[in-house]
């Protein structure tokens, strides 16, 4: 085991990620982490294939890494925030670079950032924290989406 398990009662049990990295050995270690930790995991080496993968079955969270061969984790990041068609998924841009572009970094739209290596703590909490937000995303959009329905059912009853 590779941590202390950290509570996961916010949010499924068996969320399902999708790690995009073009290093096995990182990849490697994201899987060992994640398996451990009892989420459903998918890989992806390049952005092209992540994308596929998306389309065919979005995940909860998306880890990405910024260097990919054919195409960038920003190029990644912003294809999936321009297709109105995917439902939201948290994405957590990686990277191993010391420096990085804090004007691309907040124009990209990423919901978190981690710097490679990072500690195996710091990489489960921001992975928890963001799946949090992802069901208190959605519980609210339900909530929103039964009120709608409620204030619907009143205009009807009294308009007929």
């Known amino acids: 085991m590779f941590s202390q398990k950290l509570s996961q009662d916010n949010f499924p049990k068996k ?11 990182s990849l490697f270690l994201i899987q060992a982490i994640l398996e451990d930790e009892n989420y459903n995991l998918t890989l992806a080496e390049d952005g092209q294939t992540a994308l596929e993968k998306i389309e065919q079955s979005p995940p909860d969270l998306v880890l990405l890494d910024v260097m990919l061969p054919r195409m960038n984790g920003y190029e990644v990041l912003q294809h999936i925030r321009n297709n109105p068609d995917l439902p939201f998924m948290p994405i957590l841009l990686m990277t191993a670079h010391e420096e990085i ?6 124009t990209a739209r990423a919901n978190g950032f981690l710097r490679k ?16 937000m992802k069901a208190e995303i959605k519980s609210n959009k339900t909530q929103v989406q039964s009120e709608v329905s409620e ?8 308009n007929n």
């Open 117 to 132: 290596p990072f500690s195996i703590e710091d990489f489960l909490r921001q992975i928890q924290a963001l799946l949090a």
């Open 101 to 106: 572009d804090v004007a691309r970094e907040a």
């Open 151 to 158: 204030t619907d059912s009143y205009y009807q009853y009294f």
């Open 15 to 25: 969320s399902h990620i999708l790690a995009v990295d073009d290093s096995p050995d």
